[in-house]
């Protein structure tokens, strides 16, 4: 029967992958079943982790009879702000009077106010991403009205590392005032980050073609366990005098995924500049969604201004990479120890919370569906969804996936 709907002409969208993934993990009742898709952290339990830092604020704000529910102003919560670009771009020889930030909705809302920004203002219209990228990416600034959307080879899928060279070819044919994107550290999918002599090529190459640059920052203290360390791509183009945007999530180092926490640091020639981008940038969230939210913001500035509070949380993130930076050597060990055909280095060459294992879309399918492993179908895991519990049945299924044939040995070390 035809439906008289007004809506009855729209198509139904196509599933968001990942999430479409933990839909259907929470639907299976095998007893065994495991999730590498979802880009959170895990205890080695498998179990999400409040961080006893956030704990401790948020304690101590419910019992805080002086704060009250009141709008933010509509750039954000100041004290998160300003220590939002000091946690970024550090406090040696930096000029903060040409330094702002505007408090966004995640990562994500922050991509979303450079790309409205850079195609008002600065009559931007294409974006240059990693081949591959984080999902959203595209999506996001095609959202924004941008009408070319070009991808710059990244992954070398027969080395299992960067295409250096490639990268730098494809950037260097991108014309006059392109957007381009680069995740910062822990590149997400991948885990394959530049060299610092990388960076430098990167840099000056994007300096002579103009290029407007937008560092993606979701995983600061995720690569090395050092929030300074990790943060040395945004700082290395600070000191060259770069004017640019960095998007910085909270989301991973302070594990406050359903908060929205973010921040878009503006980097200006000068403050004249710098007042003038982040008013625009005002208004754009004032017509988007008003104003941003006020619980995970002061957690955050909270931790971030207390010099105790700040050790505590430093600890934290080091509890978080050394996890992670476990099971990638583990993984890797265990792979090795049975045999499973290929190259597996790659897995403890790559950085932060994601590997890209070379595993292909068939295989995929196959350890979801012989296996309920629930993973990427590009191949991408998150190195938190393992634990020392599930290793062995993981490293066996994806053995039998590659290889053809089971191993009686089981892959244990």
């Not at 003038?276 to 500035?301: D, F």
């Not at 403890?348 to 990427?376: A, P, R, V, W």
Request: some cysteine; overall charge neutral; hydrophobic content about 35%.
């Amino acid at each position: 029967m035809a439906s008289n709907s007004r809506f009855g002409h729209i198509d139904i969208a196509p599933p968001i992958e990942v999430f479409a993934l933990i839909a259907e993990y929470n639907k299976d009742e095998y007893p065994d079943k495991v999730n590498v898709s979802v880009g959170a952290y895990r205890t080695k339990e498998g179990k999400p982790w409040v961080l006893p830092v956030v704990r401790t604020v948020e304690a101590q704000m419910a019992s805080d009879q002086t704060l009250n529910h009141e709008y933010l102003p509509v750039a954000g919560l100041p004290s998160f702000r300003e220590a939002a670009c000091r946690l970024i771009l550090g406090t040696e020889d930096v000029d903060y009077t040409r330094i702002g930030g505007v408090q966004a909705l995640g990562g994500t809302g922050g991509i979303r106010l450079c790309a409205d920004f850079t195609k008002k203002f600065l009559g931007c219209d294409t974006v240059y991403v990693s081949k591959p990228t984080w999902g959203n990416h595209k999506g996001v600034f095609k959202a924004a009205g941008f009408s070319n959307i070009v991808e710059y080879r990244y992954w070398k899928a027969e080395t299992c590392s960067l295409d250096i060279d490639g990268m730098l070819q494809d950037l260097e044919g991108a014309p006059k005032n392109s957007v381009v994107i680069l995740h910062a550290v822990a590149h997400n999918p991948t885990g394959v980050d530049p060299t610092p002599e990388q960076w430098e090529m990167i840099a000056d190459l994007c300096e002579r073609k103009n290029m407007f640059v937008l560092m993606d920052c979701a995983y600061q203290g995720f690569s090395t366990g050092d929030l300074d360390k990790d943060a040395y791509s945004c700082r290395l183009f600070y000191k060259k005098g770069f004017e640019f945007f960095i998007a910085q999530s909270f989301s991973k180092n302070f594990g406050l995924y359903n908060e929205r926490v973010g921040n878009l640091c503006v980097i200006a020639k000068d403050s004249d500049s710098k007042v003038k981008v982040l008013s625009q940038l005002e208004l754009i969230v004032r017509t988007t969604y008003s104003n941003p939210g006020n619980h995970g913001a002061r957690v955050v500035a909270t931790v971030l201004n207390n010099p105790a509070l700040n050790g505590e949380w430093k600890e934290n993130i080091k509890t978080m990479a050394g996890r992670i930076l476990g099971m990638r050597d583990l993984l890797h060990q265990k792979l090795k120890a049975i045999g499973c055909p290929g190259n597996w280095d790659h897995i403890i060459q790559q950085k932060g919370m994601f590997s890209y294992t070379g595993l292909n879309e068939q295989q995929c399918e196959k350890l979801k569906k012989d296996y309920h492993i629930y993973i990427m179908k590009s191949g991408r895991i998150n190195m938190c969804g393992l634990t020392p519990t599930n290793m062995d049945y993981v490293v066996n299924a994806i053995f039998t996936v590659v290889s053809g044939k089971q191993d009686s040995r089981q892959a244990k070390i």
